[in-house]
Every structure is written in structure tokens, then in C-alpha cells.
């Protein structure tokens, strides 16, 4: 029989503790709520935050590289400055569809040169502050009736140190607004840009309450605001930069809000979320909650029986766990003193990931709160483009597969995204179930960098530094297979004409400089994204993607001669080039077809006198053919 003692020792306490978490969870159930609404709010101010972080990151890097550009280019005149921001700006695709305006201002605000509708800005604000020195960022009246201005960044240019005029850019509303992508409660919550009187200057594209609302404050009225906050009141924290949490009724409808400021001009972001959305969560807490407390109930019930049979036993086991947990924490201790590596572990149970020491001396900061369900802490250290990859890494770690392994760049401290191999393996119990999984971080930055030495090294002609013919060859298929084969592109030609005569009265040594001078300096007529390649002896093959028409292509191949007459002057010979042009897809949808139509076009070129440029025809690659066959 058990005695009385007993029971009450096992049960007396226990009771006492579960009859007051019943008391405690009655009695705070309006907290749990009141809880719930400020971790709404927290969840809009932290989108709130991002959408801040992105718009300002955005701007003050368009201000930066504008900046860069005056400085380095302050002495080639306002029209190379102009075009050169332009460029910088459009990503190289500087035409009229592009989404940004550029212009040039004299000391007296005579817009001298530029793509925008105005003569006089004399009397603006953005260009009174460039005159004293100083970059701006401020809002431009849109030429197109989109019904929001546009954003105008101003830059000083200077000339020996001495404002000379102002540099300015516009660019478009839907350039800003394309950033602001809300992702809080799976895209439900909407966000938007307004300045401190509530006029809304940035939205998202599916803005719910239309893209034409010209007002926030149009929404919201003082009889609708929750109790102790008016309009005027809420207009006065925006004026004084103050950001404020708030909620507000709409078409019966409550809307949870958070108004952020920028630090730019009087400009806010806004992130509201309505009721039945953001409710739902609370409904889902409770219910979780009640759910959770019924477990713990259970389970410690449970323990408690499990205690009072098995007391001995478990205190034994206890002890034996406890010095094997001193031993394996002494391992661990030692195996992190020895390794330079990130290790850390996932708790599968409630997803916690936790990062021993050596992160800090990694990346320089501590480590980020985050789990294996909330990774999106952990994914802002990864380089946006390889966050894809980072993406299927956490996938497969929450689907309890055995291992895996990825490699993605990730910033540290100075925000400079270097390699790291990150690899994880599963820790199974005796069920076969994931509980827990281990992994770690390598830097592999130096082995990365080597590999893309050695890649470069193979693609590269050895004297000009171009593409050889194997990368040009390789480069040119995937392109057509892939991200070209919906547009119209320029495939060239080239040979020198009397390039002999050059290694027979220069010698080869002064002929190969001729060479690398020609790669130099054609290599400058091309775009970024654009394909140059030296195949052999004085041949050479270039890839001009994305054209309007036939014309562009001409005149680039005319500015290829006029290249070839400058370098053939510096070395005091005659030596002039001949090119052959094939259009994609007209004369060709292939590497061998273009090939093939470019070569039959140079041979007509050469055949007919050299020193010019010409287009494929079918008739060129029917004379080639023929002239092959006699050969043969």
C-alpha cells in the first residue's frame, strides 16, 4: 500500500502547479491576445523595415554610382558624363523604352544636354543643392500620365575641384515600386511609400485598395482610428519622423498598420494587414495553446506515474546520461578549439539552429536568431542570387533527408559575399527518425576563386585576353539555346587585309602588339554582355545581342573599321580589315549557320577588293560553296 506521503509527494505538487496554470491560462487570455496584436505589429514593422531597407539601399547605390561616375569621368566633358550615367544606369541598354532619363545642367541651370522635357532648372531645389556640393534625392513630374511623379537623383559635377553644373537622373515610379514586395503573411499584407501629409508616392503593383489612390489619410478618418488616436494626431507623428503602430476601420473591416520613416526627405512606408487575416492567427495561438497545455497536462501526468514506478531506474539512468552529456560536451568543446569551421545544430523538434563560437570569427558579427522553419534570418546572409540554392538546402533538411551539401557566397561583417561549403547530416534515434541533424561552414573562397582563374585562363586567348573559338563557340550556343533565341542578334566576321607585310617589315613581336591594340580597342565598342573572340592569326568573331535592325549592325561594323584605321596609324601601316555580317535568325538559328553565312559574306568582302563590311546573302554562301568545290 502506498502511504499517504507518498501520494502527496508524487501528486500534491503537481496538482497544485496544473490547478494554477489552469487559473493562469484563464486569466490571461486577453493578454495572449493583447501579445498576439503586438507580434502583428512586429511582423508588419519588420516588413515595414525590409521594404525601407531595400528602397534606401536602392537610391543611395544609384546616387553612389552616379557619384563615382563624376568623379572619375569630370574631366571627358558633359555628353560622355551624360551618356556614361546613362549607361551605368540602363544596365548597358540605353534605349527609348529604357526606364531612365538622364540630363546635364550648366551653372546657370540651362539643361544643355540630356532626354528630359525641361530647358530652365534654375529655380528647382535639387539643383540649388548640387550647387553647393551636395547629391539630392527629390520627386520629378512623370512624362507619362501614370498618375505618381517619378524620383530625380542630382549629383555635383565637378571640374578641378569646382562645381561645374549638376548631373541629374530620373527614374521611373514603377523602377521604385518594383521593389516594394511584401511577403508577410504569405503576400496577404500590402505596403506602400507616402511622404509625412499621407500622399502616396510608391505602392505595389496589387496595392489592394487600387493603384490610384492618391492619399492614405482618404482611408483613414478619426471615427474609424482606434480609440485615443485622431488624424491630426497621427499627422503630427509623421511630421515628426516618428514611426507608430496603429490599427483603423475600413469598409467594416479593421486593418493592422505600421508607418516607418524612411530618412529620406519626409517619406514613410507603410504596412497594413487586415483583420481577418492577421485574427486568424490569434484564433490558430489559442487553439495551439489550449491544445499545447492539454499535452503538457498529459505528459506530466505521465511523468509523473513513470517517476513513481521507475524512480530508482531513472535516477541511475540519469547519472549515466549526465556523464556521458560531461564527456560529449568536453569533445565538442575540443573539436571546436581545433577547427576554424562553423559547426552548429538543428533541433528537429522545434526547429532551433545554434552556432558554436568560431561564427563570430567567421563572419564577424554574431549569429542570427533563426530556425529550420523560419529561416529568412539566416537567408539574408546568403548573396540574393544564390538564395534558390540556399532555399532547396533548407528543403531537403526539412524533409529529413540523410545529408546534404551546398555551396553559396555569404556576406560577412564588411558585406562582402565570399564562398562557403555548407553541409549537414542527419542524426537518426533508434526508430529511424530524424531528432536532431549536425552540420558545418566552410570557407572555400580561395578554391573558388582558383577554379575561376583556371576557367578563365582556358576561355581566354592567350595574347588579346578575348574569348578563344572554343569559349566564343561554347558561349554563342548556350546563348541562342537560351536566353537569345526570342530576339534579333549581329554575328561578325573579321580578318585583317596586308596584315603580312606587318611581320615582314615590323617583325611578329610588333605585329602581336598590333593584334592585342586592335583586341583593345574593339573590345571597348562592345557592351558588357556582348561576345568578342580572337580565333586565330587575325581573325576575329564577335556576338552583338539584342538589336533593333540591320542598321545597328553596319554601324558598328563601320566603327570597327574606323578602329582598325586608328591602329593601323599608330603603327605606320597599311592595313585595313574586311567583315562579314550574319543575322540571327535569318540567315542562320545556329553556331554553324551563323558561322557559315558570316564566313560566305567575308569571303565576298575579300573577294571583292576587302576593306569593307558586308551582310550575308544566299548567294554569297552558293559562291563560297562552289569556289570549295573547285578547290577540292
Request: with cysteine.
Amino acid at each position: 500500500m502506498f502511504k499517504l506521503k507518498d501520494l502527496i509527494r508524487y501528486f500534491g505538487i503537481p496538482l497544485i502547479v496544473v490547478a494554477i496554470l489552469i487559473t493562469t491560462f484563464i486569466g490571461f487570455r486577453t493578454q495572449i491576445a493583447s501579445e498576439i496584436q503586438q507580434g502583428t505589429y512586429q511582423i508588419l514593422r519588420e516588413s515595414a523595415l525590409q521594404q525601407k531597407i531595400d528602397v534606401v539601399k536602392y537610391l543611395n547605390m544609384v546616387v553612389q554610382r552616379a557619384e563615382i561616375i563624376t568623379e572619375y569621368n569630370k574631366n571627358t566633358g558633359k555628353i560622355t558624363l551624360t551618356e556614361t550615367l546613362r549607361t551605368e544606369l540602363s544596365g548597358g541598354d540605353a534605349n527609348e523604352d529604357s526606364n531612365v532619363r538622364v540630363g546635364y545642367a550648366d551653372l546657370q541651370g540651362r539643361v544643355l544636354y540630356g532626354d528630359v522635357d525641361v530647358i530652365d532648372v534654375s529655380q528647382k531645389d535639387w539643383f540649388r543643392s548640387g550647387l553647393k556640393g551636395k547629391s539630392d534625392i527629390s520627386l520629378y513630374p512623370s512624362e507619362v500620365n501614370s498618375g505618381r511623379d517619378d524620383v530625380l537623383i542630382s549629383i555635383p559635377a565637378f571640374l578641378d575641384d569646382t562645381v561645374s553644373g549638376v548631373l541629374f537622373a530620373v527614374l521611373t515610379n514603377n523602377t521604385i515600386s518594383y521593389l516594394i514586395e511584401t511577403t508577410a503573411y504569405e503576400g496577404k499584407a500590402i505596403s506602400g511609400v507616402c511622404d509625412s501629409e499621407g500622399n502616396v508616392i510608391f505602392t505595389e503593383r496589387d496595392f489592394e485598395f487600387g493603384y490610384r489612390l492618391e492619399n492614405v489619410f482618404s482611408l483613414i478618418q478619426d471615427d474609424s482610428l482606434e480609440s485615443g488616436l485622431t488624424q491630426a494626431g497621427l499627422k503630427q507623428v509623421m511630421r515628426n519622423s516618428e514611426e507608430r503602430d496603429f490599427y483603423f476601420y475600413y469598409n467594416g473591416e479593421r486593418y493592422y498598420t505600421v508607418i516607418e520613416p524612411i530618412g529620406i526627405n519626409d517619406w514613410y512606408v507603410f504596412s497594413t494587414v487586415d483583420g481577418t487575416t492577421a485574427d486568424t492567427i490569434q484564433r490558430h495561438v489559442s487553439a495551439y495553446v489550449s491544445a499545447m497545455f492539454l499535452i503538457v497536462f498529459a505528459v506530466g501526468i505521465a511523468m509523473i506515474l513513470e517517476a513513481f514506478l521507475h524512480e530508482r531506474t531513472t535516477v541511475k539512468r540519469l547519472e549515466q546520461d549526465k556523464e556521458l552529456l560531461r564527456q560529449s560536451s568536453e569533445r565538442y568543446a575540443l573539436i571546436n578549439r581545433l577547427s576554424n569551421e562553423v559547426l552548429f545544430t538543428v533541433n528537429m523538434e522545434n526547429g532551433n539552429i545554434d552556432f558554436n563560437d568560431n561564427f563570430e570569427t567567421m563572419f564577424g558579427f554574431s549569429p542570427p536568431e533563426c530556425s529550420i522553419d523560419n529561416p529568412e534570418e539566416c537567408a539574408q546572409l546568403v548573396v540574393e542570387s544564390d538564395r534558390p540554392q540556399f532555399a532547396q538546402f533548407v528543403e531537403r533538411m526539412q524533409s529529413g533527408a540523410a545529408e546534404a551539401h551546398e555551396d553559396l557566397r555569404m556576406f560577412n561583417a564588411c558585406g562582402v559575399g565570399r564562398w562557403k561549403h555548407l553541409e549537414i547530416y542527419a542524426v537518426f534515434d533508434n526508430e529511424g527518425h530524424t531528432k536532431e541533424a549536425v552540420g558545418k561552414i566552410s570557407d572555400i573562397h580561395r578554391q573558388k576563386q582558383s577554379l575561376q582563374r583556371l576557367k578563365k585562363q582556358a576561355d581566354s586567348d592567350s595574347l588579346t585576353g578575348l574569348l578563344n573559338r572554343s569559349a566564343m563557340e561554347r558561349n554563342t550556343r548556350e546563348f541562342l539555346a537560351g536566353d537569345g533565341k526570342e530576339a534579333q542578334h549581329a554575328f561578325f566576321m573579321l580578318d585583317f587585309d596586308n596584315f603580312k607585310q606587318v611581320n615582314d617589315t615590323l617583325g611578329h613581336a610588333e605585329g602581336d602588339q598590333m593584334l592585342v591594340a586592335f583586341a583593345y580597342a574593339v573590345k571597348r565598342l562592345f557592351r558588357t554582355g556582348d561576345l568578342v573572340a580572337r580565333i586565330g592569326g587575325d581573325e576575329y568573331m564577335m556576338l552583338m545581342k539584342t538589336i533593333d535592325s540591320d542598321e545597328s549592325a553596319l554601324e558598328k561594323a563601320e566603327q570597327i573599321r574606323k578602329v582598325m584605321g586608328k591602329v593601323s596609324a599608330e603603327f605606320k601601316v597599311n592595313v585595313t580589315v574586311s567583315i562579314g555580317i550574319a543575322m540571327f535568325d535569318r540567315d542562320g538559328k545556329t553556331f554553324e549557320a551563323l558561322y557559315k553565312a558570316a564566313d560566305a559574306a567575308l569571303y565576298n568582302v575579300k573577294k571583292s577588293g576587302k576593306d569593307d563590311c558586308a551582310f550575308c546573302s544566299a548567294a554569297d554562301i552558293i559562291t563560297k560553296q562552289d569556289e570549295n568545290e573547285t578547290e577540292d
